[in-house]
């Protein structure tokens, strides 16, 4: 079975992970792939600006996942990202982010949902190419990290998704893990094809 390493072992990400047959592993270097969960947002002095928007730093926490993503990579094991995630893949990857961005956050406590599209070969065999995705974020992508590509979108034209061009790398803006198992809903996807999809692939 493969193990999979969370940055933060929490519990909707470790349920999701079991609904699709796979475990966590307890120390990175054990681990066949890397899951980089959802959280507060990044130091912008990691990408080179000054903070104009980013709350809830942990830079501890960034150090320790930007080093993860760099040693996964630097062994092509497969990273997935998950909001946050996505966010720390394309800054360790030398790309910038916008420190706020309005009508993604969440609403009264609950995650908005928002249609997107894709021209991602993955998604549209899950998801077709277009579908509904939740959403729960104030940032999202500025600048593209080295060999990052942007392969979904919502209508605004903000980043949903991206893929690496060479290695097993992808990363999704939205919270699959909060629309898989007991979070299913029926307006949205279901999130844990596309876990299930991604970690068996690799």
């Not at 890397?34 to 960034?62: M, N, Q, S, V, W």
């Not at 706020?100 to 190419?129: F, M, N, P, W």
């Not at 790398?169 to 999809?197: M, N, S, Y």
Request: net charge negative.
């Amino acid at each position: 079975m493969k193990t999979i390493y969370l940055s933060q072992p929490l519990p909707n990400y470790l349920a999701a992970l079991a609904l699709i047959g796979l475990s966590a592993a307890d120390t990175p270097e054990t681990a066949d792939a890397l899951l980089l969960t959802g959280g507060g947002d990044i130091h912008p002095r990691f990408y080179g600006k000054k903070t104009a928007g980013a709350t809830d730093i942990d830079e501890a926490r960034d150090l320790r996942e930007l080093a993860l993503t760099r040693a996964f990579a630097a062994r092509s094991a497969p990273i997935f990202g998950i909001c946050r995630g996505l966010q720390v893949i394309n800054v360790a990857l030398g790309g910038t982010l916008r420190q706020h961005i309005d009508g993604h956050g969440q609403v009264d406590g609950a995650d908005r949902l928002h249609e997107t599209r894709t021209d991602d070969a993955l998604l549209r065999s899950l998801y077709g190419t277009h579908f509904t995705v939740n959403s729960a974020h104030h940032q999202s992508v500025d600048r593209l990290g080295a060999d990052l590509h942007a392969v979904q979108w919502a209508d605004d034209g903000t980043v949903e998704a991206l893929r690496h061009a060479t290695l097993p790398i992808f990363a999704v803006q939205w919270h699959p893990e909060r629309l898989c198992g007991a979070f299913k809903r029926d307006d949205a996807v279901d999130g844990g094809l596309l876990l299930k999809a991604f970690f068996s692939a690799c």
